[in-house]
């Protein structure tokens, strides 16, 4: 009985080994095919990171250049503003110069006593001097104020464009 035995066993083990190997085979491929769409789908996911990522880039990219189209849009406004400014301040300063229009300050004259009386030791009379000016720098200063006033103004209105077109503005 032992030889039967042995060559039983022989069988046996040489099934079990040939049925081991088989299950080994068809799992190696079952896991092969699981491994193959894995890569498919990693890839496909890769591929479309990829082009979200193109994509935001592009919209960031056409956001960029419309903020840069509309600030030098502002700049160009506000520039000619400026520019616009200067040159009425140069012509009023040459029409002023020439005589043809006349600078009017508003003034007027302190009392020479303390009761706002002219003084009664002084006689009256008619003075025919010319209308009252400013002095030479004080005209300057004048017109170096009215440039710098205008500056300002668009200088801050341009600022106040910026922020209100750029810095607050919501993206989608």
Known sequence: MIPYLNTALVKVAGILAIGITVGLTIN??????????????HSQQLTDIANAASTAARQALEQQ???ITALAEIDRKYTDEIAAAQ???DQLRSAVASGERR???KASCPATNSNSMPDAANPASVDDAASPRLTGVAERNYWLLRDRIALATNQVSA???YIKGSCLKVTP
Do not use: H, P, Y
């Open 87 to 89: 040159l009425e301040t």
């Open 65 to 67: 250049q419309r903020s």
């Open 159 to 161: 600022l106040q464009a």
């Open 103 to 105: 600078l009017r300050i």
């Open 28 to 41: 190696a491929w079952r896991l092969g095919a699981d491994i193959a769409d894995l890569k498919a789908e």
